[in-house]
């Protein structure tokens, strides 16, 4: 989806449609300053959207780092540790 520009003086003069735009459209917006990029917009759904999709990109990243270091375990073993963990959590 391509993000639309517009300058900072409609924060302030159209900051309604900007907002729907945003929320209902799912468009980002990229607002210039001195016809420069300054500040990108977007709706609350798609912020957490990209903010989770960016922690789960970390996780993996992170998951084949251990891979290539050698950092593993039989998976039969991390399904006992949890089994654990939730039996233990079930007994509190």
Do not use: W
């Amino acid at each position: 989806m391509e993000a639309i520009i517009r300058p900072s003086a409609d924060l302030r003069n159209h900051y309604s449609e900007l907002s729907r735009q945003c929320r209902e459209e799912r468009t980002p917006i990229i607002i210039t300053v001195n016809g420069r990029g300054d500040t990108a917009l977007l709706g609350l759904q798609d912020y957490y959207q990209m903010k989770s999709e960016l922690e789960l990109l970390k996780t993996l990243s992170e998951a084949e780092e251990d891979v290539a270091n050698g950092r593993t375990a039989p998976m039969q073993n991390t399904f006992d540790d949890v089994r654990a963990a939730l039996l233990a959590r079930k007994n509190l």
